[in-house]
C-alpha cells in the first residue's frame, strides 16, 4: 500500500511538472493565424484573413491611448480583413522572441535608431518585403492611389529605399522635424537672439555662461543622429549629406567634415559637465531638466519633448521653443533633421497580400484623422494645417527657412568588432565631453570604421 | 532482488522529471549557444553561413571585447571581496556581539537583497545625483564647501557600479553566515575563552574555520551570479560604453545584428565563468573541520 502511494505521488510529480514545462516552454502565442503556412500568401480570402500588426506604442499612443486599436478597428470595418493588434512600449521584446522562432507579424510599425536595432537587423538580413507596388495601390476606401497621398521626396530617400536601388521597403509614416529646444522665455527676458550663425551661437556660450547657464546639453549620445545629420547638411548641403551617409572615400578629410567635428567638440567643451553623468536611460531626463532650470539653454531633440516633460517643473515664465541647427556660414540656412518613422512588412509574413492593404490603409483620410488625435503628423499633403499649439510652431520650422535633412547612415553588413553608426560616430562625445577622448581620437576612430563600413555596404 | 529493481525504478521515476526538464531547457541550449557561435547570421534572419573559429578569432582582436572583460574581472575581484569582507564581519558583530536591535540590522541588511534592479537603479539615481543628489550634499556638508563629483561619469563610473552592487548583495551572504554562525555551540567559545583567547582569536580560530564549507559554496555562487549582477547593473545605471561588461557586450553584438558573434561572447564567458568557478574551488579546499 505504502509503495502503491509513493508510486501515486511519484506519477503525480511527474506529471504536474510536465504539465508545468509544458505551459512554460510554450510561449503565449503571438497570433493564432500566424501558424498559416506562408503557401497560402497569394490566396486572397479577405473575409477569413486575420493579419497580426505590430506597432510601437510610443508618445504619440500615449497622448491618445488606443489610437492604434482604433485604426485597427477602421481597417477592418472597411476591408474585413481581421486585425490582431500588438501594441508595447518595448515592442522588441514582445514580438522579438517569436520571431526568432519563425513566427512573423504581417506588418510591424518601429523606426530604425533605436537601441534595440531591430528594424535594422532585418534591413541588413534583406528581410523585408519589397512594398513599391503599394504606393501605385488604391488606398482602400478611397480612389487615390497611395503614392498620391505622400508628399514628394519622402519615398525617395535611404529611410525608406535602404538599398539605394528605387525601391521602396519600408512606409514612411510619422515624421517629426528635430532641432534644439530651448526656454524661449529665458531669451526673451534676457533680450538674447536665437544665434543664426554657429558664430552667434559661441558668442551667446560666453554670455550665457556670464549668466551661470551652459550653453548645451544632450539627453543621451543617441540624439546626436539627428543632430548630426542635420549638421553635415548645413555644414556641406545635400551632396556631402549623401557622401557622408555612404562614407565616401576621404569624405572625413574634407575642410566640411572637419568643421562638423570642430562644431561638435566646441560644443562638447561648452556643454554643462554634469550631461555625461546623467546621459543614460535612467537619467536622461535630468539633463531635459537642465534646459527647464535654466541650467542649459540648448539641447537637441524632438517634438515628442513637450509632452514627456509635460508634468516637470520649470523655471518661471518657461516657454518652449525650437529652432533649426544655426547655419555654418553667415546667409546660409540652417538645417533640421526630420525623423520619420516607418512601417513595413517582414519578408516572411504569412499574409502578405492583406499587410500590403493595411499599409495602403494607414495612409487613407480615416487613418489619418485617428493618428492625428495622437498628434502623430504622417507626411501626407495638408496634415501640418490642423496643427495647434507648440506644434504648430515646431512643423513650421522648415516654412521658416531651414533646410530639411532627410536620409541616414546606410546599411552596411555586419561585420564583428566593427560596431554599429551610434558606437562609433556618437556614442564618443560622452567622451569629449569628459575629456576621456580627444576630438583627433574621434575622427581617427570615425575613418578607420567608415572605410569598413563602405568595404560592406549594402545595394 | 525485486525489491531493489522496483526501488531503482522508483529512484529513476523520481529523478526523471527534473533531469529531463533541466536537459531540455538547459543543456540543448548551452549546446545550441556553442554550435551557434559557429555561424553568423542574425537574430531573425532565416539563414546562416558556417564561418569556423572566425567569430572567435575576431574577438579576441576586439579590443571592446577586451576592456569589457577586463571590467568584469575587476567587477568580480573587488565586489567579491568587499562584500564577503563586510558580510562575514558584520555576521560576526551580529551573532556573537549583544547588540540592541539585532533583528532590526538583520532585516535592513536584507532589503537591498529583495528589491528589483531597476528600484536599486532608481535609489542609486537619486543617490549619484550630481547636483542636490544625496552623497554629492553630504559630502558637501562634511567638506564645508560644495563637491561636485560625477558619479555615473568618467572615472568614477565603475566605483559607482561596484558600491551599489556591494550595498546590493552583502545582505544576503551576511543572513547566510549568521545561519552558520550560529550553528557553531557556544561550549567552544566558553572553553576558548578559558583558555585566553580573545575575541578577535576566537573569531579567526574558530568562527572562520568552522564556517569554511559554507564561505566555499557561497564565494562559487556569488562569482556566477556577479557576472550576471554585473551586466544588470550597468545596464540599468550607466551609459552604454561607460563601463561595459562581458554580457553587455554580447547583447550589443546582437542588437548589432551579429548573432554568432554575440553567441561567441557568450561561450567565451561562459567558459570563463566555469573555470574560475573550479579555480576559486580549488585554491580554497582546506581540510573539512567537524563541530
Redesign the interface.
Known amino acids: 500500500m505504502k509503495k502503491f502511494f509513493s508510486l501515486l505521488l511519484t506519477l503525480a510529480l511527474v506529471l504536474s511538472l510536465a504539465a508545468c514545462g509544458g505551459g512554460g516552454g510554450s510561449t503565449p502565442p503571438a497570433a493564432d493565424n500566424n501558424t498559416t503556412p506562408p503557401a497560402d500568401n497569394n490566396e486572397p480570402a479577405p473575409a477569413d484573413v486575420t493579419i497580426t500588426v505590430a506597432a510601437l506604442a510610443s508618445g504619440y499612443e500615449e497622448a491618445y491611448p488606443g489610437m492604434w486599436q482604433e485604426v485597427c478597428d477602421a481597417f477592418t470595418a472597411e476591408t474585413s480583413v481581421k486585425v490582431n493588434l500588438i501594441c508595447d512600449k518595448n515592442l522588441e521584446d514582445v514580438i522579438g522572441p517569436s520571431m526568432q522562432g519563425g513566427d512573423f507579424p504581417d506588418v510591424i510599425h518601429l523606426a530604425t535608431g533605436r537601441e534595440k536595432g531591430l528594424t535594422e537587423q532585418f534591413i541588413k538580413d534583406r528581410n523585408i518585403a519589397d512594398i513599391t507596388d503599394v504606393l501605385s495601390m488604391t488606398v482602400p476606401g478611397e480612389s487615390v492611389k497611395v503614392s498620391d497621398k505622400i508628399v514628394g521626396g519622402f519615398t525617395d530617400t535611404s529611410v525608406t529605399n535602404p538599398y539605394g536601388d528605387g525601391k521602396t521597403y519600408l512606409a514612411p509614416m510619422f515624421y517629426s522635424p528635430c532641432g534644439l529646444f530651448y526656454n524661449a522665455g529665458l531669451f526673451e527676458e534676457k533680450g538674447w537672439t536665437v544665434p543664426a550663425t554657429w558664430d552667434e551661437m559661441w558668442e551667446l556660450a560666453e554670455k550665457a555662461q556670464a549668466e551661470g547657464c551652459y550653453l548645451f546639453t544632450y539627453p543621451t549620445t543617441g540624439y546626436f543622429d539627428a543632430f548630426l545629420y542635420a549638421l553635415m547638411y548645413s555644414v556641406g548641403g545635400a551632396d556631402f549629406f549623401n557622401k557622408a551617409t555612404t562614407y565616401a572615400e576621404g569624405i572625413w578629410d574634407t575642410p566640411e567634415a572637419r568643421q562638423c567635428f570642430d562644431i561638435i567638440a566646441k560644443l562638447a567643451s561648452y556643454t554643462n559637465p554634469v550631461t555625461p553623468a546623467q546621459a543614460n536611460d535612467q537619467d536622461f531626463t535630468q539633463n531635459q531638466q537642465l534646459v527647464l532650470d535654466n541650467k542649459a539653454l540648448f539641447m537637441p531633440n524632438g517634438t515628442w519633448i513637450v509632452g514627456e516633460m509635460a508634468e516637470a517643473p520649470r523655471a518661471e515664465g518657461f516657454k518652449w521653443g525650437m529652432t533649426a541647427l544655426p547655419a555654418a556660414k553667415a546667409g546660409g540656412a540652417g538645417a533640421s533633421y526630420c525623423w520619420l518613422e516607418q512601417a513595413w512588412i517582414p519578408a516572411a509574413a504569412p499574409n502578405l497580400d492583406a499587410a500590403k492593404q493595411f499599409v495602403a490603409f494607414l495612409y487613407s483620410d480615416a487613418a489619418c484623422a485617428i493618428f492625428a488625435k495622437g498628434n502623430a503628423v504622417q507626411p501626407v499633403p495638408g496634415l501640418t494645417d490642423n496643427l495647434e499649439g507648440d506644434n504648430k510652431m515646431f512643423y513650421a520650422i522648415y516654412d521658416n527657412g531651414a533646410d530639411a535633412a532627410m536620409g541616414n547612415f546606410a546599411a552596411y553588413e555586419a561585420v564583428a568588432g566593427l560596431g554599429t553608426v551610434r558606437e562609433v560616430f556618437l556614442d564618443p562625445v560622452n567622451g569629449l565631453v569628459n575629456g576621456s577622448v580627444t576630438e583627433e581620437q574621434w575622427i581617427s576612430d570615425v575613418k578607420a570604421a567608415s572605410d569598413q563600413m563602405r568595404a560592406n555596404l549594402m545595394g | 532482488m525485486r525489491r531493489s529493481k ?1 526501488r531503482s525504478r ?1 529512484l529513476a ?2 529523478v ?3 533531469s ?2 533541466f536537459f ?2 538547459m543543456i540543448l541550449p548551452t549546446l545550441n549557444v556553442f554550435r551557434m557561435s559557429l555561424f ?1 547570421r ?5 539563414t546562416e553561413t558556417f564561418v569556423g573559429t ?2 572567435f578569432k ?2 579576441f ?2 579590443a ?2 577586451i576592456t569589457s572583460m577586463q571590467n568584469t574581472i575587476l567587477l568580480i575581484v573587488t565586489v567579491t571581496i568587499i562584500t564577503f569582507f563586510f558580510a562575514i564581519v558584520f555576521a560576526a558583530i551580529l551573532t556573537r556581539e549583544k547588540i540592541k536591535g539585532q533583528n532590526f540590522f538583520r532585516i535592513v541588511f536584507y532589503i537591498p537583497n529583495i528589491l528589483s534592479v531597476v528600484v536599486i ?2 535609489i542609486f ?1 537619486a543617490i ?4 542636490n543628489g544625496m552623497l554629492n550634499s553630504i559630502l558637501s556638508a562634511v567638506s564645508g564647501e560644495t563637491v ?1 563629483v ?6 568614477m563610473v565603475i566605483i559607482s557600479v561596484i558600491i551599489a552592487m556591494v550595498w546590493q548583495a552583502i545582505g544576503y551572504y551576511m543572513v547566510m553566515y549568521m545561519a552558520s554562525m550560529s550553528a557553531v555551540p557556544e561550549s567552544l567559545y566558553e572553553s576558548a575563552g578559558l583558555d585566553g583567547a580573545g575575541r578577535l582569536t576566537q573569531f579567526f580560530q574558530l568562527t572562520l574555520p568552522l564556517i569554511w564549507t559554507n564561505i566555499r559554496t557561497t564565494l562559487t555562487f556569488f562569482i556566477i551570479s556577479t557576472i550576471n549582477m554585473a551586466f544588470l547593473f550597468v545596464k ?7 563601463a561595459d561588461v562581458g554580457l553587455s557586450f554580447m547583447y ?2 546582437k ?4 548573432y554568432g ?1 554575440s553567441m561567441a561572447a557568450g561561450v567565451v564567458i561562459f567558459l570563463f565563468s566555469f573555470l574560475l568557478s573550479a579555480l576559486v574551488n580549488r585554491v580554497t579546499a582546506r581540510e573539512v573541520l567537524e563541530m
Open positions: 522496483q522508483f521515476l523520481c526523471a522529471p527534473a529531463i526538464l531540455i531547457f553568423e542574425g537574430a531573425y534572419s532565416p572566425a567569430n575576431a574577438l582582436n576586439d571592446k571585447f537603479a532608481g539615481s549619484y545625483k550630481p547636483e561636485m560625477l558619479w555615473k561619469d568618467q572615472p540599468a545605471m550607466v551609459a552604454k560604453g561607460m550589443a553584438q542588437d548589432a545584428g551579429l558573434y
